[in-house]
């Protein structure tokens, strides 16, 4: 079969049929995936329908030129090619046009590894990276479709071109982005698409030229990340807020498209002004309450009860709720206004003067206790405080669980009240008189007494007397030998008869000798002419050291 085409071919007009040369064909036949072209010799071929850009403007008996790849195929029939006879015949046309970085048209013809296949009369090939700005991730949408390219690289030898899409739409957003830094200027009003966004803002799309709008300048009111009120692709205006033209950079606000709500704040919102707003955030030291769109006023933690102890604002609200508020204050460069919940109602404080009158009887419940008194609750939120010091004439108290315990009822004597310092000042001893004014009465030099052991320290043993008064047995005077420890001798709660041998009103102090129980007139004189004697060179410690040690232990 082979010896028959070629005698066929032989003795046909067309003496230059051979592979590799480029012939005439008349159309024979037009199918819908082939053409059938008629190359003489009584032999017709076909070619793929998708190697013609329009199909339809085909007719038959129309002529083209056709590329003879092979003379027969396994079916005797020739391989024809019509797009490498157009490559064929562009080629060298193509090298005169299109020098290395000459703009030329072009139709995807292929996507093959890498990249895309392209026709620019001859076949070039499109790197993936080349094709756009941002290398796309589906090739196949670009199949078909006609652009204008640049060429990159000839190779003669291979014939081989390399061209880039991504290059020409580079220097027109490049043109673009110059022609927009030179037109406009501050205060413009332009619209962009978002292209990304990030914590500190997003970036804008402003056809080729990006510009970044701060998440500052997107909102009058408070946003936690741009992503709460713009998303990816989406077109907003902006208005231009600065130029760097060196450096082609823009700044853009959002919120400078719209009044600023701050402008007549003081006019909108007086102080003392009561408004209604919507908790949209709450921090442990507050609650922001939303008054308007772009305007937001903070309650403090403080600010929410006259007497509740609250110590989160979660304890009394929630986001999204609806609530009422007194304007305190304004900082209108600082966008700020401080509001107030608790001043919706009257302060118990101010009635404080008036309910717990100085001198008044009061009674309470023991609500804490600290280092230096208690707090009393004589109503919800209202506290009284009595102080160690005023707890007893007699005693000295070193801490309020000496006298008190927690949940205790307990009665007082109002001493003061201070409600702009929300203060009021309770004493226990009060309720009582004060048994030292009339010491004298009670007790005088000499009297013989009975009373238990209360304390013991290192210096004396303190006995409880009549009155609610302790006298101050010092060691000297237990006994007429010499005591070393006095825990040896006496014990807490054993009943003791002594001598009243001092009394010092200044330092609240009554002086006991046991051993002088006992003793005659000119003994006893003795003795107290002694005790004064040591007294007042200070060998003796004083009622409230005594009693220090005494805790102490």
Avoid at 487 to 507: H, M, S
Wanted: aromatic letters at 6%; a negative charge.
């Amino acid at each position: 079969m082979h010896s028959e085409m070629e005698s066929l071919l032989a003795s046909s007009s067309f003496e230059n049929l051979k592979i590799g040369a480029i012939v005439k064909a008349i159309i024979t036949e037009i199918r819908q995936n082939e053409i059938i072209v008629d190359i003489g010799g009584k032999s017709e071929g076909s070619i793929p329908a998708f190697e013609f850009v329009d199909p339809s403007d085909l007719a038959i008996g129309g002529e083209i030129e056709v590329f003879l790849e092979k003379v027969e195929d396994k079916n005797g029939n020739p391989v024809l090619s019509y797009d490498k006879a157009e490559q064929k015949k562009n080629w060298e046309h193509i090298l005169e046009k299109c020098a290395e970085g000459t703009i030329v048209p072009g139709r995807v013809k292929s996507k093959v590894k890498g990249g895309l296949i392209v026709s620019i009369g001859v076949d070039a090939f499109l790197p993936a990276s080349q094709i756009d700005v941002q290398p796309p991730k589906n090739l196949d949408q670009y199949v078909g479709q006609t652009y204008d390219f640049k060429v990159l690289k000839i190779n003669l030898e291979r014939h081989n071109i390399v061209i880039s899409r991504r290059e020409l739409i580079e220097e027109q957003r490049h043109q673009k982005r110059r022609e927009l830094i030179d037109n406009i200027k501050p205060g413009d009003v332009i619209r962009g698409t978002v292209k990304n966004i990030t914590d500190y803002g997003a970036f804008i799309d402003l056809d080729g030229l990006d510009g970044l709008l701060h998440i500052t300048d997107m909102s009058w009111g408070r946003i936690s990340h741009p992503s709460e009120i713009l998303k990816v692709g989406e077109e907003i205006n902006v208005m231009v807020t600065e130029i760097d033209r060196d450096r082609e950079r823009v700044s853009l606000g959002l919120k400078q498209t719209t009044s600023n709500p701050w402008q007549n704040i003081e006019g909108k919102y007086p102080i003392g002004t009561h408004i209604k707003g919507k908790v949209v955030n709450l921090v442990p030291y507050g609650a922001f309450i939303e008054l308007e769109e772009g305007v937001e006023g903070l309650v403090h933690v403080t600010e929410l009860s006259w007497t509740k102890r609250i110590s989160k604002p979660g304890e009394v609200l929630k986001i999204g709720q609806e609530v009422e508020a007194v304007v305190l204050g304004i900082q209108k460069d600082d966008q700020k206004i401080s509001l107030g919940v608790r001043q919706l109602e009257t302060n118990p404080w101010d009635m404080a003067v008036h309910n717990y009158r100085v001198g008044a009887h009061v009674r309470g419940k023991v609500r804490n206790l600290t280092t230096y008194g208690a707090f009393i609750e004589l109503e919800e939120g209202i506290d009284g405080m009595i102080h160690v010091s005023d707890m007893s004439w007699t005693r000295k108290i070193n801490h309020p669980s000496e006298m008190l315990k927690k949940g205790d009822e307990v009665d007082a004597i109002v001493l003061d009240v201070d409600p702009s310092q929300q203060r009021i000042s309770l004493g226990m001893k009060q309720l009582h008189e004060d048994p030292w004014a009339k010491i004298g009465s009670y007790f005088k030099i000499g009297d013989i007494v009975t009373g238990k052991i209360s304390k013991i320290t290192s210096f004396g043993a303190f006995v409880e007397l009549k009155h609610d008064i302790d006298g101050l047995v010092h060691i000297s005077q237990i006994s007429e030998s010499h005591v070393e420890k006095i825990k040896d001798v006496l014990k807490v709660g054993q009943e003791v008869t002594a001598r009243v041998i001092k009394i010092d009103t200044e330092d609240r102090r009554v002086g006991l000798s046991i051993k002088a129980a006992n003793y005659d007139e000119s003994r006893l004189e003795a003795e107290i002419a002694a005790y004064d004697t040591i007294s007042a060179t200070g060998e003796l410690s004083n009622l409230g050291d005594i009693l220090d040690e005494a805790s102490k232990e």
